[in-house]
């Protein structure tokens, strides 16, 4: 079976560029989740939905920041500007059954780098 | 807030010495408990659960004991080997305001060596 699939792997960026990460999850879980993982604050969740409906976006870091999931097999994160410090691994999750059973299914993330 | 504390890495092991990897949580009601491995270039996986005080999560060698009384769930493996080589991330899911959420720890890398 196809786990979560995100792309790109990786993205080299200057500042002030649109970066756009995408995600999809594993076919069947009603549960998508964004996090973010830096040496200096570790793993972030950055925003999770449910059946394609934002639960919690308090994670988001600013208006930079943005989030979509137009259907059950896609979504996106996107940051406009970039800055040098969103530099960082974006991982996404997904989950048959939410957070509170623990049991999330991540992509190998996405390694952003904004020069 | 609710939260995960873990030891500082690296842990660094010869291969068949014992692994403990502590972890201790704060957190109000009563949380589930995970730990989660991340192998080099990949992302996290759950390696065990324990969803109630007193409960034990195994899987692949590695135990850990949900202590309510001590507010730990301490990850430990008998033998490690090279393979286990990977980050370690306790987390705790947290209900609050009717949302839940998986809250990790900041990891501890292990390594180990022939």
């Known amino acids: 079976d196809a786990g979560v699939i995100q792309s790109p792997r990786h993205e080299v960026t200057e500042m002030g560029q649109e970066v756009t990460l995408r995600c999809k999850p594993i076919?069947?879980?009603?549960?998508l989740f964004w996090y973010r993982q830096t040496m200096m604050r570790g793993l972030e969740l950055l925003i999770y939905f449910n059946n394609n409906v934002p639960i919690d976006d308090s994670g988001m870091p600013e208006d930079r920041f943005s989030a979509k999931m137009p259907n059950a097999s896609f979504s996106t994160l996107k940051i406009q500007p970039s800055e040098p410090r969103d530099s960082a691994v974006y991982f996404c999750?997904?989950?048959?059954?939410?957070?509170?059973?623990?049991?999330?299914?991540f992509g190998e993330g996405s390694r952003l780098t904004v020069l | 807030g609710n939260s995960v504390t873990q030891m500082e890495g690296p842990v660094t092991l010869s291969e068949e010495a014992f692994l403990t990897i502590n972890c201790t949580y704060t957190?109000?009601?009563?949380?589930?408990l995970f730990w989660y491995v991340q192998y080099p270039g990949e992302g996290l996986q759950l390696l065990l659960k324990?969803?109630?005080?007193?409960d034990k999560g195994s899987n692949k060698g590695f135990e850990a004991t949900y202590r309510k009384e001590t507010t730990s769930f301490h990850l430990e493996k008998g033998s490690v080997q090279v393979s286990d080589s990977a980050v370690y991330f306790c987390a705790l899911s947290d209900r609050a305001y009717n949302t839940d959420k998986l809250i990790f720890g900041t990891g501890t890398r292990l390594q180990v060596f022939p």
């Open positions: 999750a997904s989950s048959p059954n939410g957070p509170n059973t623990g049991e999330l299914f």
């Open positions: 076919s069947g879980h009603d549960y």
């Open positions: 324990a969803t109630k005080a007193d």
């Open positions: 957190a109000t009601g009563y949380p589930s």
